[in-house]
Each structure stands twice: as structure tokens, then as C-alpha cells.
């Protein structure tokens, strides 16, 4: 709409019902004063970790999105196949901020890697399962948005461009995309392009 200027905004429910220079206060069962603020649409952040206490990166989602203005969140590989029913059951389900997510190839999903253990969720190839992967997916479309890999070399140690193949594997497989988190990697970047 082009707008930008001081506008009142009228809400109903969750919708913007109606926006004008002036809508008089009689009309309001309830009035908020944002003078000098600037009201968006929710915000959304394609790059977090809210497994909050499981992924040692996690942000607890609420405090830190919604309250801030971000309604929507793609977690980026908190979660693998084995750690997301938990990361469905206890934050996708229960949290405001609207939260999908992007499955790690590795069934541990970032679970490993701390200030204190160095070690990331690659650095045995096993743990990456495009089989479960793919059946997780398969199981939870409706939030799961892609699949996610750390190529680091303290993630994926010597082998990252087999970790790679496996990743790409299941994200072809269910037709989504693959994010790859590079940088420090064992593999050169033209091999891993």
C-alpha cells in the first residue's frame, strides 16, 4: 500500500481490519497509544536455533521472537530425526511465536557442539540418515521446510562432502531444499558448490 505516515490501525481478531488517519475511540473496545512507534506486519527470521536446552545453541523462541516483534521462525537444524518429536512436542506445539524448521541430516541434530565439547554431529558419518531423515519429513510436512547440514570442519570433520551427498539424498528425495552452513570445512568451497 505505499504507506508511510501516522495512521491509526483498527485490529480484529488477528487481521488488520481497518487503517485510516483517524478512527475514533468510541469505536475501540480497547486502545493502545503507539505514538512514535513503528507498527509492522510480524517480522520473520529464517535463521534461528530455538531448540531451547537441547541444541547448546537454542534460544528460548518466545522472549526472544514474538515478544521482539518476530511472529514467524525457521529453526535451522536444531533438530534430527531422533531429537524432533521432542523439539515438535515441546516447542514447535507449545510456543506463540509460529516456529518451522529445517531437519539436520544428522539424527542428533546440533545437540553435540557446546563451549565445553568441541565435537560436532557429523563427525560420525552414521549419524546421517537420509532415511529418517525422510521419514520424519515425510511425517511433519506441514512444518518441516527443507533439510540442514553444517559442513564445518569441527561438524563434519575429513568427510563432509560424503555428509553432503547425504543430506542432498533426502532433500531430493522429499523435494525440498538444503540449507549448508560452510565456512572452515575440510573440502574446498568449489568442491562443495
Known sequence: QGLSAERDIAISGHNIAHVASAIPESEARQVLNASGKIVTPGLIDIHVHVYDGVAPLGIPADPTCVAKGVTTVVDAGSAGAHTFPGFRKYVINVVDTRVYALLNISVVGQSTLSTDNPYGELLDLRYANPKLAIRTIENNRDVI???????????AGDHDLAALKLAREAADAVQLPLMVHIGGSYSPLKDIL
Open 145 to 155: 521446510l527443507g533439510v540442514k547440514i553444517r559442513l564445518t570442519r569441527n561438524i
